[in-house]
């Protein structure tokens, strides 16, 4: 099977981290826009991380298979899925203050966003071990780091 998980985390990792940055952009400008477009990128960034699941729980044989350690592949599993709920756990204050139900509490939602990148940020930095370290992402062969 083609490697397809490295090529799409990219695009939720990005979206996140753009959400966060929008929320950061609403405090210092309260602006209806900056919350929306966070709300978006937020929406659309949890969509890719379902299919960056997917398609990881789909790789993470092959890269058992090639050599990468179990309990790294476990780790960088178990961080994307609280980097995922993080994330989730903003959409629903998000969607519960938009309907009116929960009073606007920008700095926990900004907190937990910038904890959720933290998280965020361990999961890539596993698996980026994975395909470079261990060839995780390669078929057939380990990865070779040119210095």
Do not use: C, N
Not at 98 to 104: D, M, P, V
């Amino acid at each position: 099977m083609h490697p397809i998980h490295p090529m799409v985390v990219h695009f939720p990792i990005a979206l996140l981290i753009v959400s966060v940055i929008f929320d950061l952009l609403a405090l210092q400008w309260p602006s209806k826009s900056f919350r929306e477009a966070s709300l978006y990128a937020l929406i659309v960034g949890l969509l890719g991380a379902i299919l960056a699941i997917v398609t990881g729980s789909m790789a993470e044989d092959h890269a058992v298979k090639a050599g990468a350690p179990k309990t790294v592949v476990e780790t960088h599993e178990q961080l994307a899925y609280a980097a995922s709920v993080l994330f989730a756990a903003i959409l629903v204050m998000k969607l519960l203050i938009r309907s009116g139900r929960l009073r606007e509490l920008p700095a926990l939602s900004l907190t937990v966003g910038l904890v959720g990148l933290v998280v965020l940020s361990a999961a890539g930095y596993f698996g980026g071990s994975l395909v470079y370290e261990f060839g995780g992402g390669f078929m057939g062969s380990k990865a070779v780091l040119v210095p």
